[in-house]
């Protein structure tokens, strides 16, 4: 492994054969732990890759956080607004020491993740099988709304002390899959941990929110593509394979003004992909509600068997829901 040194390492860790200890001015291997969430990068998968790589550099162990593609815009501004740069992207994890973070799903991370050392996992998302370890490691996975959630409470009383930085995105992190508390995922541990980040940053969390889902409903700049795979996951229905995308705006008519495109578009994605559809949620978050494109006879089924929804047109509206993981994704039927 290379020697270097992690900008978020304070000591330096090295292995010897049977111990870890510190020895900060010795040029030895070095562990150098890199940390990342999920492809599609959002605001919690960039946010809690920042802020366990800063945790376990502040520990003693160097880390440092990658990205598995460019950040959303949401992402992007947050990271800004906290005095980060964008953490680099990760080509391939093979014979690399890894923190996988926000995921558990191999179809989310590096083609070669099976040639890493997975060395913990920390996710709030069901647990999908197919990742294996090379030895016994520490998996946290808990129902609580955001990733930067559960690092909050692994640091217990360090959290007071963490650089402002790191407390912002957390806030940023819980917010965003929040959606300001909107969605069912948000817990009252999620609402009180924001709370009192908010009131500790001297945030108004009312305005900060509005500013970050001005910055994620900016999508002019990216492509039909872009958009279908921009928030995306792939999940499967009997043997129907689906990309089960999902854009949070405020700003759904900018979206839904695209849909013919969007819908052409699903036929070119989805064989690239290797998948047999796309869906297209466009999630309202003020108004709190869905819209589905719906570009054909399957989308229009699995629509109706799915949301008890009557489908007439192209678009159908789903009054309420905003999270896939609780309302989308479990009922997602044929
Ligand atoms: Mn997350």
Redesign the pocket.
Known sequence: MIATHSPYARGTVYRTENAFYKAPNQQKEIIMIKVF??KAP????TG?AIIWAWYMSQNGTPATPYVLGTPNTEAAFVIDRWGYETPELLTTAAGADVVIV??NNPAELPADIADANITEII???LLVGGLTTKGPINITIKPV????TIMAGMMGDDLASAPTGIKGLILS?IL??TLEFRSPTTTDVDVELAKSLANDLNVNIEAYAGEMFAAKSDVSAFSDAELLRMDSKEYAVGETKLRVSVLETTSPETVLSRKDSLMAEMTTVASEDGVDQVLLFVVDILNEQASLLVPNDLVKALAEKSFDATVDGDIVILPGVVSRKKQIIPNLAL
Do not use: V
């Open positions: 969430g999920h959002d605001t919690d998968a809690s926000d995921t996710d709030h998302h709304a955001s990733t930067a992190c965003s899959d």
